[in-house]
């Protein structure tokens, strides 16, 4: 089954910490992108950062960058410096190569304590 | 480029009425995306369409549920008739072959009364 999984329903920071959200992955396939989106309390769908598989090199987007382990089939999301703003949902996603569909995970919830 | 235009922002419908609802992709995008979000079920693919073909209905929920894209630029999601259960936030999203991601347009909640 082709699957992503984020395990982590909800996570709580203090503001201007450091926090890791988690997702996993199924896949039978070599090349593929990855994705998280972030969606905030407006519902608006915002792409946060894009890893492509075949690179070996983790995204950074400023104070967000991901740990990619391709052969552990994980993608986590680290946010740096976390602020008020970045209170939101956050879904991670996986490209199928056979299609233009991206496969989701359920979401995490994140909380930003002051 | 404004992104994608979805419309109406929110909408208010007695059950049994129909209900249409609109999006416009981001120019050059080949593939659009209908979303379906709700609390339960989280987001639900109902259809999309490459080169405004649909390519995979397989989640449109029942026959009342329809959607068209006579051209590159326009996307209809129909409901008729609407059910209470249709209530949620539903999504446009465009996409240039699905390698950079999609981008969502704002949604439209909707209610069923």
């Known amino acids: 089954a082709q699957t992503v999984t984020q395990s982590q329903p909800e996570m709580s920071v203090q503001e201007a910490e450091t926090v890791t959200l988690s997702c996993t992955y199924d896949?039978?396939?070599?090349?593929?992108?990855l994705f998280w989106y972030k969606q905030p309390p407006s519902r608006q769908m915002i792409l946060v950062i894009r890893?492509?598989?075949?690179k070996q090199q983790n995204a950074t987007e400023n104070r967000f960058s991901v740990n990619f382990q391709k052969a552990a089939k994980s993608f986590s999301l680290k946010i740096s410096d976390s602020q008020l703003g970045d209170a939101a949902m956050y879904f991670c996603?996986?490209?199928?190569?056979?299609?233009?569909?991206?496969?989701w995970g359920a979401g995490t919830k994140l909380i930003i304590k002051p | 480029d404004a992104g994608v235009i979805q419309s109406p922002r929110h909408e208010v419908t007695e059950m049994g009425q129909e209900v249409t609802l609109r999006c416009k992709p981001i120019?050059?995008?080949?593939?659009l995306f209908w979303y379906r979000q709700t609390m339960m079920r989280g987001l639900e693919l109902l259809i999309y369409?490459?080169?405004?073909?649909?390519?995979?209905d397989s989640g449109m929920p029942e026959d009342r549920f329809s959607a068209k894209m006579p051209n590159a630029s326009f996307s209809t999601l129909k409901i008729q008739p609407s059910e209470p259960r249709d209530s949620a936030v539903y999504f446009c999203?465009?996409?240039?072959?699905?390698?950079?991601?999609?981008?969502f347009g704002s949604g439209t909640r909707l209610t069923v009364v």
């Open positions: 999203a465009s996409s240039l072959a699905g390698i950079y991601g999609y981008t």
């Open positions: 890893q492509e598989a075949y």
């Open positions: 120019s050059g995008h080949n593939s």
């Open positions: 369409f490459n080169n405004n073909v649909p390519i995979d």
């Open positions: 896949t039978s396939e070599s090349d593929y992108y």
């Open positions: 996603a996986r490209s199928m190569d056979s299609n233009y569909q991206l496969i």
